[in-house]
């Protein structure tokens, strides 16, 4: 073949190009470490590369969610380890007291050393993990346990959310405690200070074995104390269909909870996030409606309110409730101008609220027009600041109304309804936040004497004597009653009702007898006396009176035969039985079909709550007494004592079921805990594994670059010689 | 008869020429060995016609009488196919190392570790559902993964626009070569019909030739008038005679390149079999492609995400917010009768149930199959397909509102979708309307502005499990094990790694195509070179040969002068 120049050249040319090209790979390998450095180099390996660097970076998230899980149960482990440390000591300090020879001043110390290891445990339930409370389900922001008193143990404010993390692809690991190890099927809400409440006797927390115990020291009751059950708690039951119908409605002014289904609801609901008025209960759908708006109503008032439905509620799904007495409710005032309300310019139970940022609201006079938003921002901005201190008060805020016109109420935490002490500063306060300085406590009424109230017409002195007193005119002052003509008008009729009963209760401390009413229908309201003793009612013989009042001459006892009573429950829900009074019996009312005189007040006198048809929850058989009990109506009235244990054996006992429960939870922890150490482990090899993966295919092996670049760059150097020679010798150079 | 001695003379003349032409020829070869495309020219010697004298047919002399150029045609032609695969990987592997650019998860920073920093964020605010801080960084990495999202998109549409100037450019330089070839064609035939061989000027176009064939795949041949006729691989002619006909360059709906036959708008996308446009047509492909892959991704992190998002509760309680928001595409066919006009708007009340029917984020069709009789439709007057899938899917339900002329379609839980038309203008037969979920996933996707207030994002399943649940937040979380894309048959990082390995192989193919189409390039040239390259030792050779010839002739002339003077002498 004929060789020419230029064949030579680019022969040449294209072996240097290609030589060239090989060196600059190798060297630019050697210089930036990866074999790989575009998909093109390894397409199947840049796809295992990503993939190994996916799961590299996964798996520094679950080091994370690790680290997470840890601290959790490591808190959980450090609270349980001490708790059973406390329980022992408590155990040893209760044996201590088997000794009848002990002092009375020595019961005191130890009833001193208990106090503070209840402190301790309530520290310790309330333990904190980086700003969330561990025992709290998924109200991880709320104080789980605050005290009641010294009876009635705690209020769990938590809920039984689980707090999974993810260690692996789609495996969960719970790691907060609800419940507890020991006895979980049949639980209901439950923490690990909470034992299980399905059984009604075991009812109870270890808070309130601790106060109980300390304060039968203190009474000096020597192996012979009484146990009363406290059931003021939240309960659960499960609702069926049509079991009830509600709404929630304002306090009637005398300051008493009603629970009824008349069309004013009691609550605006803030933001409109639901309107709960004549809502009906009839199937589950409704139910689960009711519930989910319910619950939304009650995060969005803050008011402790709630009623739980977990999944879609099917006919046996659980339901529970939690209502809170109400005090007091006042209107709320435009400030007129943006102003703050200073600190210490309102104080509820002696605890300074902070100050109040309010806004102008607007006039309807001058633009801007009023904005019912900014009305509701306000009455909420007083409502958050209340309830921000409510641990301390005891006291929480909701409101009522709508538009620009709102009613603050504040609702006692205590069960029992405390009084709730208000301070204001001035009257500019007083205005805007609607609160006056003083205090609201509890009244009410029960017992029932239903009679029909006549068409109306002026009472004077002497026309109703009660107990020897006066109704009408009970000072001589020659006040009179007058009562509206309700021929058309339903409302005028319940005021007729109203103003006899508040002329009752008015002289109450001298006659001994309270009064209240019930609807029978429209027009027609039935006048309920109740009191300690018999009541001696007097009327002119005026026969008007007779029928204005509804009430006959006579002498009345409260014991009166079945069917002519109300319904009364005692606290936990349960009824006396009127037929055989002391005896307690949950059937009795729901063997007979509810009556329209049923009638609900709630009483802190004795205790006691009645539930009617217009002004409670309708109630259908079957669990009228219960759904006392499911909206924490109830409370303990110290009434129903209990079989009396004794301190070295029931309370020990009860310490010693404490101390197992802790062990099964501290196992359950430990496991967990291994658990978790144990995947950290394979995840820590496993991440060294995947750089080592990646670093196979992506990075170079320098030694083996090197070796490369080293014959490459012979040949280069052998090729650059061999062209040098081809080109050194021409014909040209023996031409002369 | 014997020939004279002034025959001597002449034919040592006509050898003095013919030597001196050769050494010219030779002149001209060692101007030319670097010249490119030149082929090297050789006189072609032969004899003059003898004369017949008694001791028989005695020689004249020499003549040259033409000049070949050695230039191997069938090298020639095999060149030209194998410089148009060379320019079809070029130009395509050019392309792909752009695309490579965009997709490179190699380094340290691509979509990739973005994506599993937004899920491990997610895993964050599981961890700790009442933070606000997670949250605010939640959405930070959202937003760091949608602006990743969108700039890789818009990469890929800036490179799509470029691919379409260098066709533009290219076709440009195409038809002005085949101009010049048409031009060269009627100066070749001018010439060679006179019997002289234009081979400088055949040389050009060998070169022409060769450098547009590295452009378009072509066919050509010489015909009698010794023009040359270019030929697409569709039979289109590119050169015929001394006519050129060009191609020309223009963009379809979706902004590709659409190259065809000026002649008569044939289109040629399909009928360019090789060649740089070849390259940069499939290069094309591969960044639609790549679009598609994107928009598919996006759509279905958009879906999935949204779909539980939607379903979850903030912390101030609020539920039914999206967490992605982008732009839906919808269009009214420009052929419709009807002057009706598709709109659509989230309804409110989001809350997952119609997930499954509309919101799937495929692209659907309404199709009228019969005129709309407003105030009396029945809703079977048109059909809706889901595009995508095939399927035919029904609205949950469907208003004939009359009143306000407009027919009204709701999807539960999602979409509010209403055609507006003018009065008496309602839908006809065969109109149609789309609407596309996917088409502008990827280029505007962001996070939704309502959780720059980070309490409405969503970590709770429940509303009463606020503020500790973190249902929600674990289940997306856990959606990167999810087998989400390709017909539920790979994951989220799967499917993005299965893109980057395609682009990764498409630009390895290109490259050792381009390297193995250059190989036999280089191979070939050198062959050609073989026969056509000039070789300066041979020149050189062949130059003492015909110096010598030249000499020897001269002398000759001596000689017969020496004998003409003693012949004179005689006298």
């Keep these: 073949m004929r060789t020419t120049n230029n064949q030579m050249f680019l022969s040449v040319q294209s072996r240097i190009a290609r030589v060239e090209e090989q060196r600059a790979k190798y060297l630019a390998q050697i210089a930036s470490g990866n074999r790989v450095s575009t998909p093109s180099d390894d397409p199947v390996g840049i796809t295992k590369v990503m993939s190994f660097a996916a799961e590299d970076v996964r798996i520094t998230q679950y080091g994370r969610n690790m680290t997470e899980a840890s601290t959790w149960l490591t808190a959980t482990d450090q609270v349980v380890t001490d708790g059973v440390d406390i329980l022992m000591r408590a155990k040893t300090l209760l044996i201590s007291t088997e000794n009848a020879a002990l002092s009375q001043a020595n019961r005191d110390a130890i009833a001193e050393e208990m106090q503070g290891l209840l402190d301790n445990l309530l520290a310790l339930g309330n333990t904190n993990n980086a700003g969330s409370y561990i025992f709290g389900g998924h109200r991880t922001r709320t104080v789980p346990y605050r005290l009641l008193d010294g009876v009635h143990g705690t209020v769990l404010a938590g809920d039984d959310g689980r707090r999974n993390i993810e260690l692996a692809p789609n495996q969960l690991l719970m790691i907060n405690t609800i419940g507890g190890g020991s006895n979980i099927d049949g639980r209901e809400i439950d923490g690990l200070f909470k034992q299980d409440k399905t059984n009604e006797a075991d009812a109870r927390d270890l808070y309130a074995l601790f106060s109980r115990a300390i304060a039968e020291l203190r009474a000096g009751d020597n192996g012979d104390y009484r146990a009363s059950t406290a059931v003021d708690t939240p309960v659960s039951r499960n609702l069926v269909s049509g079991d009830l119908s509600f709404t929630i409605t304002a306090g009637d002014g005398s300051g008493a909870v009603e629970v009824s289904i008349s069309d004013n609801p009691l609550y605006a609901v803030p933001e409109a996030v639901v309107d709960l008025s004549g809502a009906t209960v009839t199937d589950e759908a409704d139910a689960g409606q009711l519930a989910a708006a319910t619950n939304a109503w009650a995060i969005n008032s803050k008011m402790d309110f709630e009623i739980d439905v977990t999944g879609s509620l099917a006919a046996d799904d659980r339901v529970s409730a939690f209502l809170r007495a109400e005090v007091d409710g006042t209107m709320i005032r435009d400030p007129g101008a943006d102003v703050t309300l200073a600190a210490g310019a309102l104080q509820i139970n002696h605890v300074d609220i902070g100050p109040i940022s309010l806004r102008d609201v607007g006039t309807t006079a001058v633009p801007p027009d009023p904005d019912p938003d900014i009305a509701a921002a306000n009455v909420r901005e007083i409502a958050t600041r209340i309830n921000e201190q409510s641990g301390e008060t005891g006291v929480w805020a909701t409101y009522t109304g709508s538009g620009t016109d709102y009613r603050l109420v504040l609702t006692s935490l205590e069960a029992d309804g405390e009084e709730v002490s208000v301070t204001v500063d001035n009257a500019a306060t007083r205005n805007y936040t609607g609160l006056g300085a003083g205090g609201g406590t509890w009244s009410g009424t029960t017992l029932a004497d239903p009679s029909t109230v006549a068409d109306p017409d002026t009472l004077t002195a002497g026309d109703l004597v009660i107990n020897g007193v006066d109704i009408i005119d009970p000072d001589g002052t020659g006040a009179t009653l007058t009562l509206a003509d309700w021929a058309t008008a339903d409302v005028e009729s319940l005021a007729n009702v109203q103003a006899l009963a508040a002329k009752i209760n008015a002289v109450t401390d001298r006659t001994g007898v309270q009064a209240s009413y019930t609807r029978n229908a429209a027009n027609d309201y039935k006048l309920v006396l109740s009191g300690s003793a018999d009541i001696e009612i007097a009327l002119d013989t005026t026969p008007d009176t007779a029928s204005l009042t509804g009430l006959s001459a006579g002498t009345q006892n409260p014991t009166l035969p079945p069917g002519a009573w109300t319904t009364v429950y005692h606290p936990g829900g349960r009824q006396e039985d009127s037929a055989s009074p002391g005896t307690w019996n949950y059937d009795a009312l729901n063997a007979a079909a509810p009556g329209s005189e049923d009638f609900t007040v709630y009483d802190a006198n004795n205790g006691a709550v009645t539930l009617a048809a217009e002004t409670g929850f309708v109630v259908t058989e079957g669990v009228s007494g219960a759904l006392a009990e499911t909206l924490g109506l109830g409370i303990n009235d110290g009434a129903d004592t209990w079989a009396a244990v004794s301190v070295s054996s029931g309370r020990q006992e009860e310490i010693q079921r404490y101390l197992d429960h802790f062990g099964a939870v501290e196992a359950t922890v430990g496991a967990r805990m291994n658990y978790v150490d144990r995947t950290t482990a394979t995840y820590e090899d496993r991440s060294i594994n995947l750089k080592a993966f990646v670093s196979d295919i992506k990075e170079v092996d320098i030694t083996q670059a090197i070796m490369n670049y080293n014959s490459v760059d012979q040949a280069y150097q052998a090729t650059l010689a061999a062209s040098a020679r081809i080109f050194s010798t021409s014909i040209l150079d023996y031409l002369s | ?571």
């Design chain 2, 1 to 571: 008869m014997s020939l004279g001695l002034s025959n001597a003379l002449n034919s040592s003349r006509l050898s003095l020429f013919s030597q001196q032409d050769n050494i010219n020829l030779i002149g001209n070869n060692v101007a030319n060995v670097n010249t490119p495309g030149y082929s090297r020219q050789v006189g072609v010697i032969e004899t003059t016609d003898p004369l017949a004298t008694r001791p028989g047919m005695m020689g004249t002399g020499v003549v040259t009488s033409r000049i070949l150029s050695m230039y191997d045609r069938f090298i020639g032609m095999q060149l030209s196919l194998e410089q148009s695969n060379v320019g079809q990987w070029s130009a395509r592997g050019t392309a792909l190392l752009d695309l490579e650019r965009t997709f490179n998860e190699a380094g340290d920073y691509g979509l990739q570790p973005v994506m599993g920093e937004f899920w491990n964020s997610w895993e964050d605010l599981a961890n700790n559902p009442e933070g606000i801080a997670q949250r605010v960084s939640l959405v930070q990495s959202g937003q760091v993964l949608t602006a990743n999202i969108n700039s890789m998109y818009d990469d890929l549409t800036t490179q799509k626009r470029l691919i379409g100037q260098r066709v533009e450019s290219l076709v440009d330089r195409a038809n002005e070569m085949t101009g010049q070839i048409a031009e060269l064609n009627q100066r070749i035939s001018e010439n060679e019909l006179k019997e002289y061989d234009a081979n400088d000027l055949r040389d050009r176009r060998n070169l022409l030739l060769e450098e547009l064939s590295e452009y378009v795949d072509i066919n050509y041949f010489e015909n009698e008038l010794y023009q040359m006729t270019v030929l697409s691989s569709n039979g289109k002619s590119l050169v015929q005679g001394n006519m050129s006909y060009d191609l020309s360059v223009d963009y379809d709906d979706d902004l590709n390149v659409a190259v065809s036959w000026s002649n008569d708008d044939t289109p040629m996308n399909d009928f360019v079999n090789g060649g740089s446009l070849r390259g940069l047509l499939d290069a094309e492909l591969d960044v639609n492609a790549a679009m598609d892959d994107m928009s598919e991704l996006s759509a279905a992190l958009i879906f999935n995400v949204n779909r539980l998002h939607s379903q979850g509760y903030g912390l101030d309680g609020t539920t039914e917010e999206l967490f992605f928001e982008h732009d839906i595409v919808l269009e009214t066919a420009a052929l419709n009768e009807g002057d009706g006009v598709l709109e659509i708007d989230v309804m409110e009340g989001l809350n997952g149930i119609g997930w499954d029917t509309l919101a799937n984020y495929d692209d659907f069709e309404i199709r009228f199959t019969a005129d709309y009789p407003a105030g009396t439709a029945t809703g079977n007057e048109f059909v809706i397909v889901n595009t995508s899938s095939g399927d035919a899917i029904t609205a949950d339900s469907f208003t004939d509102d009359a009143v306000n002329n407009r027919i009204l379609l709701e999807f539960n839980g999602g979409y509010h979708v209403q055609i507006r038309y003018g009065s008496g203008t309602a839908p006809r037969s065969g109109d149609l309307f789309s609407l596309s979920f996917r088409e502008n996933a990827a280029p505007t996707m962001a996070v939704n502005e309502a959780l720059e207030d980070p309490a409405k994002v969503a970590a709770a399943g429940d509303l009463l499990g606020l503020p500790g649940d973190n249902g929600t937040a674990l289940t997306i979380g856990q959606l990167q094990h999810q087998l989400t894309m390709s017909n539920k048959a790979s994951t989220f990082g799967e499917f993005y790694s299965s893109v980057v390995g395609r682009i990764g192989s498409l630009a390895r193919t290109a490259s050792s195509n381009e390297d193995h189409a250059a190989l036999m390039v280089e191979e070939l040239n050198l062959k050609q070179e073989s026969v056509s390259g000039v070789s300066i030792d041979e020149e050189m050779t062949n130059l003492i040969r015909f110096q010598q010839a030249y000499s020897a002739s001269a002398r000759i002339i001596t000689a017969v002068d020496e004998l003409m003077q003693i012949v004179t002498q005689m006298v």
